[in-house]
């Protein structure tokens, strides 16, 4: 059984710029969910999809978008990046949260 | 709205201590609860979930326990380690998402 695989592990990007996060889901688990977590602070929700729709979003704006493939991966994108960007990006899989959320090591986004 | 709350923020014991960490929570009306491990610039860990009709779970040296009436979780570390240094994170799971506290900060040393 696999885990939760982000890539890439790092990254650096300039103010303006986009920039696009994969994430593979645990076998069996049809449901990703992608969190920020910035220095110090705990992870905040940015969105969920199942069955490749959204399904839930935080208090994120529209530059924050997602999409889920038929093989329940999923790419978080990110447009015109801002300083305020930098964070630990957290992928995670699960079955519809009946048996609690499987993390990944997560994507370290550097803005400069 | 629901708000997640760890205390302590912050917790320096040496080894062997048994130590409890504590979540609350203001909203009852959760789906389950999970305990998470985060080792500095790394992703997460799952401890230990326990659901909403439960009330502990254990797993080696660690139990947690959930009161969803006053609204509060504690982790129960025993016989602490220098390798259980780490920040350890409650979650509650509002049906579509979780919410975190932010988390306290343990070091164990020798």
């Known amino acids: 059984e696999t885990g939760v695989t982000q890539s890439p592990t790092h990254l650096i990007k300039t103010r303006g710029q986009q920039v696009t996060l994969r994430c593979s889901s645990q076998s069996g688990h049809n449901t990703v969910s992608w969190y920020q977590q910035a220095l110090g602070q705990g992870p905040q929700f940015i969105f969920q999809y199942y069955r490749e729709e959204e399904n839930g979003r935080g208090n994120f704006p ?29 992928c995670a899989s699960s079955s519809q949260g009946i048996e609690g959320y499987t993390f990944g090591s997560g994507t370290r986004l550097t803005v400069v | 709205k629901q708000e997640v709350t760890q205390i302590p923020a912050a917790l320096s014991v040496p080894e062997g201590e048994n130590l409890v960490l504590n ?22 860990t799952s401890l230990l979930l326990i ?16 009161d969803k009436s006053s609204g509060r979780s504690t982790l129960y570390i025993a016989a602490s380690q220098p390798g259980d240094s780490a920040t350890y994170l ?3 799971d509002n049906t579509d998402k979780l919410i975190f506290g932010t988390g306290t900060r343990l070091q164990v040393f020798p």
Not at chain 1, 71 to 79: A, D, K
Not at chain 2, 51 to 66: F, I, K, V, Y
Request: proline share 4%.
């Open chain 1, 62 to 90: 529209p530059r924050f978008s997602g999409l889920q493939f038929p093989n329940y991966s999923s790419e978080l994108n990110v447009n015109a990046l801002e300083l305020d960007d930098s964070a630990l990006y957290l």
């Open chain 2, 23 to 44: 979540c609350s929570f203001t909203d009852s009306a959760i789906y389950n609860l999970q305990w998470f491990r985060q080792d500095p610039g790394k992703g997460l």
């Open chain 2, 51 to 66: 659901q909403s009709s439960q009330r502990e779970q254990t797993s080696g040296r660690l139990n947690a326990s959930l």
């Open chain 2, 90 to 92: 409650c979650a509650v």
